[in-house]
């Protein structure tokens, strides 16, 4: 034995996946659940409650590599990290936008021009209103459950005739306890 130690930083948990695999088990998924399910509904529920599930993985995953020691008690700290280096972990870039929205202080939009499960769906004529995308916005969902803030995230496409594919927007609507802990944190520091 040399008694050599491999550096820390070379362990890889997780073995990154291609693309082409992704696209094709993603899509035989979608397929199989377009089976399965009796609505566009249904489809999206399944969708995101598998992403929710994998959220909660992935937070602490990201939590663990991060050395995040302390717990995020800020709403807007919570969602920057998951428009940067949870989007960075799980589809190679950083999301396009994240902005407040201007009439309600507790809603929160995350935007994505080319989202990667859009990419590569064939789903049939009658499933045209189905958006893949509840499965990110089930990713998000248990990501900020997890890190203690409940929220409905809902997925919206937008269709805009210069660009070539949809921009998906991320619709976060926090839960009411998390204004009130926001408030009484604020109230505690004063």
Same mark, same amino acid.
């Given at each position: 034995?040399?008694?050599?130690?491999? &550096?820390?930083?070379?362990? !890889?948990?997780?073995?990154?996946?291609?693309?082409?695999?992704?696209?094709?088990?993603?899509?035989?998924?979608?397929?199989?659940?377009? $089976?399965?399910? !009796?609505?566009?509904?249904?489809?999206?529920? @399944?969708?995101?409650?598998?992403? /929710?599930?994998?959220?909660?993985?992935?937070?602490?995953?990201?939590? /663990? @590599?991060?050395?995040?020691?302390? %717990?995020?008690?800020? =709403?807007?700290?919570?969602?920057?990290?998951?428009?940067?280096? #949870?989007?960075? /972990?799980?589809?190679?870039?950083?999301? $396009? $936008?994240?902005?407040? #929205?201007?009439?309600? &202080?507790?809603?929160? /939009? +995350?935007? $994505?021009?080319?989202?990667? =499960?859009?990419?590569?769906?064939?789903?049939? %004529?009658?499933?045209?209103?189905? !958006?893949?995308? &509840?499965?990110?916005?089930?990713?998000?969902?248990?990501?900020?459950?997890?890190?203690?803030?409940?929220?409905?995230?809902? #997925?919206?496409?937008? %269709?805009?005739?210069?660009?070539?594919?949809?921009?998906?927007?991320? +619709?976060?609507?926090?839960?009411?306890?998390?204004?009130? %802990?926001?408030?009484?944190?604020?109230?505690?520091?004063?």
């Amino acid at each position: 034995m040399s008694g050599r130690q491999p &550096a820390k930083h070379s362990l !890889n948990i997780v073995p990154t996946v291609s693309l082409s695999a992704f696209a094709y088990l993603f899509s035989e998924y979608i397929q199989y659940l377009v $089976d399965r399910a !009796n609505s566009i509904g249904e489809l999206e529920e @399944r969708l995101d409650k598998v992403g /929710y599930d994998v959220g909660v993985r992935v937070l602490e995953l990201l939590s /663990y @590599r991060e050395k995040v020691l302390r %717990r995020k008690t800020d =709403v807007l700290d919570v969602l920057r990290l998951i428009h940067g280096p #949870a989007w960075q /972990y799980l589809f190679g870039k950083t999301a $396009d $936008d994240l902005q407040q #929205a201007a009439h309600d &202080a507790e809603e929160y /939009y +995350i935007r $994505d021009y080319d989202l990667l =499960v859009c990419r590569y769906i064939s789903i049939p %004529r009658s499933y045209e209103a189905f !958006n893949p995308g &509840a499965l990110v916005a089930g990713l998000m969902r248990g990501m900020l459950d997890s890190a203690g803030f409940p929220a409905k995230v809902s #997925a919206v496409l937008e %269709r805009y005739k210069e660009r070539p594919r949809p921009v998906t927007t991320f +619709i976060v609507r926090m839960e009411p306890a998390v204004r009130e %802990r926001t408030a009484y944190l604020e109230a505690a520091k004063r």
